[in-house]
């Protein structure tokens, strides 16, 4: 796998965890798509905007990501994550979720950009709103 993917996936997440929504912002492509199951669940105009929504609600929020896999697809690469993320939730509970995602990213104009993220929905997994980020 190329190392420059694996280091900006890091570097992703890395935003992620400083609570940096423009940086974060900035490893997605403009024809960014995200789906939970089949079904497509945002667009891509209020990107940043979302990111900080979700770093406003939840100011505690981090992540931790295993890449399980890779495979070429097409001119990209799909990596198969497993991200474990951490929050507040209501009234100050902590919360935890493991979510196993499906990252396609291409290189656009030489750069690796994230251009699809696809969760599958999974039997007894709780697909409730807290798939984070966006």
Partial sequence: MDPTLLRRRAALSEAY?????????????AA??????GRRVRETAPLVSQISRVFLQHPSYAERLTIERHRLSGEGTVLTI???????????ARRNEHTRTLETWLQVDDTWMLVKEHIPLQPGADHGGWNFPL
């Fill in 17 to 29: 965890n400083a609570h940096d929504a423009d940086a974060a912002a900035a490893f997605y492509a």
């Fill in 32 to 37: 960014y798509v995200r789906y939970i199951g």
């Fill in 82 to 92: 497993v991200k474990s993320v951490w929050l507040s939730a209501m009234f100050g």
